[in-house]
């Protein structure tokens, strides 16, 4: 392949919501209550919708016959490059609230920045993809606070799924060697200056939602290299499970 | 739904185009009113169905009672006069 780095880098951003929008989708039919079920599942038809724009232009980018099916569907589990965060399963909706917001404001700074690349293609997708973007970190962090200045169960859940999810969070400002030559590029973002302003603005919604800040340095990594949590291997059988029983199924 | 367990009901009005007016849409629980306002995006204007949406908790809709249907709405129904049918309307005009 003649532009490896940027498949990779492509592949880098499409499968955090790949993996995120199968996990909100879990929710279809499932969600504490109609609305919110609603509300997740349209979270996870966004992602699926910027999933395609991203393999799209990786299918192209490898100029052999794979599509983006093959791209999305057909790869084994050391090959998906998504960070551990988005992975977590829905333990209950504290953890499904907290896995949005943490991913969220990430993804909304990440989003702003690759509207700058110089590689068109990935731009013009950022720029698409910023508004549902932004929906989903107001939807998110509308929860958090409500579930945080709820009731005391409400707040020792938040927390307990806050305090969980924290050792993901470092992660997302991890540099691959893809990262590393797209940012030399002006391609790629560099994810290394926005862990200040994650952070601030985590810490600042998570006072305000009267949750504490977890104090531990200690954080898990590994998902962008391909070394996931046991979570994902079910998560893709479910995932995976047409294409593989019916290979080249159509919808 | 009297129980303190359920969120309270929301009645939700959507303006699906600019220059058309907010027409009730249906109805749904939330805990307080932004939260009505964003569900109400999600349930009822994922499919691109609005522009501007109103919500008012139901309980604040004062209806007319069915018993009085008699009284309130029958001396209408013999009084043809009273609509505008007699007048050729420009096609130009819309939405009347």
């Known amino acids: 392949m003649k532009n490896e780095n940027l498949y990779n880098y492509i592949l880098g951003i499409a499968d955090n919501s790949l993996i995120l929008g199968q996990r909100m989708g879990e929710l279809c039919g499932h969600g504490p209550t109609l609305e919110t079920d609603i509300a997740c599942t349209n979270i996870s038809l966004d992602l699926f919708g910027q999933v395609r724009s991203y393999y799209q232009y990786a299918a192209k980018i490898a100029g052999d016959d794979r599509t983006e099916d093959d791209i999305a569907m057909l790869r084994k589990e050391r090959e998906y490059k998504n960070v551990l965060l988005v992975e977590q399963p829905n333990t209950d909706f504290a953890y499904t609230i907290g896995r949005q917001f943490l991913f ?31 929906y989903h970190e107001r939807f998110s962090s509308d929860w958090v606070k409500r579930l945080g200045d709820g009731t005391e169960e409400s707040n020792q859940k938040m927390q307990a799924a806050i305090n969980d999810l924290w050792t993901y969070t470092d992660e997302l400002f991890h540099q691959t060697e893809a990262d590393k030559a797209m940012v030399a590029e002006g391609v790629g973002v560099d994810v290394t200056q926005l862990k200040e302003k994650y952070y601030k603005q985590v810490n600042e919604l998570l006072k305000e939602a009267n949750l504490e800040i977890p104090e531990s340095k200690w ?15 079910y998560l893709l059988s479910d995932l995976q499970y047409m294409q593989r029983t019916y290979p080249n199924m159509e919808w | 739904m009297s129980n303190k367990k359920n969120w309270p009901l929301w009645e939700i009005f959507v303006r699906s185009k600019n220059g058309l007016e907010h027409r009730h849409f249906g109805s749904l629980h939330a805990a307080d009113a932004d939260m009505a306002l964003e569900n109400a995006r999600d349930v009822y204007t994922r499919r691109n169905e609005g522009v501007s949406i109103w919500v008012v908790e139901s309980k604040h809709i004062t209806a007319s009672n069915p018993e009085n249907n008699g009284e309130l709405f029958e001396p209408a129904q013999d009084k043809v006069y009273r609509h505008p049918t007699f007048y050729d309307l420009p096609d130009e005009v819309k939405h009347m």
């Open chain 1, 104 to 134: 969220d404001v990430y993804h909304l700074a990440f989003l702003a920045e690759l509207q700058k690349s110089n590689d068109l293609t990935l731009s013009a997708i950022a720029n698409k993809c910023i508004k549902e973007v932004s």
């Open chain 1, 219 to 233: 954080f898990q990594k590994g998902g962008k290299e391909g070394i996931h949590t046991e979570h994902l291997g």
